[in-house]
């Protein structure tokens, strides 16, 4: 296997007292799509933010091209992930400019290319995508599928290296997150990118993952292909392949006691 893209060792990091991740240790490599996955609360939002630039840990390191993103002048960090794409939960559309523009945005902020230019790279990521001809519609205008779709042509705007998608089918129904999946694949196929992906939604996982990552209260407890995963006797994998909701929280005093704490 290649030397990893992306490096993460002994991550630790913690709101007030709650520990929210506890040691991570976790090699990303060129051309994968890695999907890191955990029930709500479990840190793996978390651990996104902290690779993107967003958070600091508390300590650990993130090495990315050869560089520790944690210690990095804020010069060489911005370098640096200027080659990473980053599709939001929400897909964080400007409503007020109209699609082109928003994927256009990075391109005018980030290169000297002519404005005639900008706009054929525009027009090229949007037919990717399969919105060819939405470039002057806002995002008001468009349905769920399509705002996802249109915040994936703005994360490609720059052929990023790596491409990070948080919950990326969140919201959608079944049909369409389907598509939004199948997407997610011909863009790696298509831009040879590496792909992370933060989700709970089984489905997506066991069609786009080369790797899962599996979290459950600050740590990994599983890493490894799709089929080790399905053949795993991990209590806590089986428990969540087979969506076994905790014993604690069936009773209902436990769980209001938890909530009171």
Sequence with gaps: MNEPIIKIRDLHTSYGKRKILKGINLDIYPYETL???????????????HIIGLNAPDRGEIIMKDVDV???????????????????????LFNSMSVGENVALPLLEHTPQDKS???????????????SGFEDFMPSQLSGGMKKRAALARAIAMDPDILFCDEPSAGLDPIVAAGIDQLILKLKTALRMTIVVVTHEMASVFMIADRVCLMHDGEIKFLGSREEMKKSTIPYVMQFLERRPDEDRLDPENYLEELVA
């Design 35 to 49: 999907v890191i996955l955990g029930r709500s609360g479990c840190g793996k939002s978390t651990l996104l933010r």
């Design 70 to 92: 944690t210690k990095a002048s804020e010069e060489k960090r911005d370098e640096i992930l200027k080659r990473i794409g980053m599709l939001f939960q929400n897909g964080a």
């Design 117 to 131: 230019i900008i706009k054929i790279m525009m027009r090229m990521k949007l037919n990717i995508v399969g919105l």
